[in-house]
Nanobody
C-alpha cells in the first residue's frame, strides 16, 4: 500500500523558516518524481515544487522561487521542503504527491498545515 505521510508544519512568524518532510512507503521511492502541492484557504491547488526521481532536476512556482528548496533522500524514502523567508501568503495545507505521467499525481499525503503570521 502506497503511503505518504507529511510532517513539519506549524505556526511561524513572517520571515521564519520551516522544513517539511514526507515519508514514503509501499513503493520504490527512487523510481518516481515527487512534488509538493499546497492549497491556501479558499483557493485551488498550487504546485509548489517538483523533483525528479534522481534529484537531478527541480522546479519551483514563481511564488516560492529563491525561498523554498525541495530535496529528497532516496536511501531514507523521504522528500523534503525547506521553506525560508516565509510570508503570510504561504499559509496553506501542504501535500506531498507522487508524480505519474506528465504532471499528474496518483497518490497524495494527508497534508500538513503551515500558518505564517504577519
Amino acid at each position: 500500500e502506497v503511503q505518504l505521510v507529511e510532517s513539519g508544519g506549524g505556526l511561524v512568524q513572517s520571515g521564519g523558516s520551516l522544513r517539511l518532510s514526507c515519508a514514503a512507503s509501499g513503493f520504490t521511492f527512487s523510481n518516481y518524481a515527487m512534488s509538493w502541492v499546497r492549497q491556501a484557504p479558499g483557493k485551488g491547488l498550487e504546485r509548489v515544487s517538483v523533483i525528479s526521481s534522481g534529484s537531478g532536476g527541480t522546479g519551483y512556482a514563481d511564488s516560492v522561487k529563491g525561498r523554498f528548496t525541495i530535496s529528497r533522500d532516496n536511501a531514507k524514502n523521504t522528500l523534503y521542503l525547506q521553506m525560508n523567508s516565509l510570508k503570510a501568503e504561504d499559509t496553506a495545507v501542504y501535500y506531498c504527491a507522487r508524480v505519474t505521467i506528465g504532471t499528474a499525481y496518483d497518490y497524495w499525503g494527508q497534508g500538513t498545515q503551515v500558518t505564517v503570521s504577519s
